[in-house]
């Protein structure tokens, strides 16, 4: 039987403790990076984000001329549909002159056929007649009142309408020029 103190293959240390270092490290100093590697690692984040920086503000700059380009052509033909419109009442009002003989009952049919065409062409466009009836109560963000007439109405009200106002879709381009009942 052999005891502990005659058995030498205990004695001999085993192969991979032959292998280890000569300093003993901790896992948490074998895992830290050193100086060198993070300033790299650093370096290079830094440059990453410096390049999605540029491409983040070149897209914005581009964006912006993009928009400024759509701007400056929406103002220069803004008008270029409701120009559109106006075009065929141009043709009828230059076929009329056109017709220096015509008998005044065709002149009248065709300046109310133009008249039709122009309130289309306004519809189409969003412009609206502001015309109130009698008796309307008086809206001084779209009436003008020119003056004030003794009437058998409620004061304050519409009398007549001198002349049409118009809407362009909810904003007043022109008021409506209207008397007005004075008080009693």
Do not use: C, W
Request: proline residues 8%.
């Amino acid at each position: 039987m052999t005891t502990p103190e005659n058995d030498t293959t205990s004695a001999q240390p085993h192969p991979a403790a032959a292998e280890a270092p000569a300093t003993p490290e901790t896992p948490a100093q074998a895992a830290a990076p050193s100086a060198e590697q993070r300033l790299a690692d650093l370096e290079a984040k830094h440059t990453e984000v410096s390049d999605a920086y540029l491409r983040a503000k070149a897209e914005a700059e581009n964006t912006r001329r993009r928009a400024d380009e759509d701007i400056s052509k929406a103002r220069k033909y803004a008008v270029e549909s409701f120009a559109d419109s106006l075009l065929p009442v141009m043709d009828s009002l230059q076929a009329a002159i056109a017709m220096p003989d015509a008998k005044v009952e065709a002149v009248l049919e065709g300046v109310h056929a133009t008249l039709r065409q122009l309130t289309q062409a306004l519809e189409r466009n969003k412009v609206v007649q502001i015309a109130p009836p009698a008796g309307t109560k008086f809206d001084p963000h779209q009436h003008q009142a020119i003056s004030m007439v003794p009437a058998e109405q409620d004061a304050n009200t519409v009398v007549a309408v001198l002349q049409k106002g118009y809407l362009i879709s909810d904003r007043v381009l022109r008021p409506a020029l209207v008397t007005v009942a004075a008080p009693k």
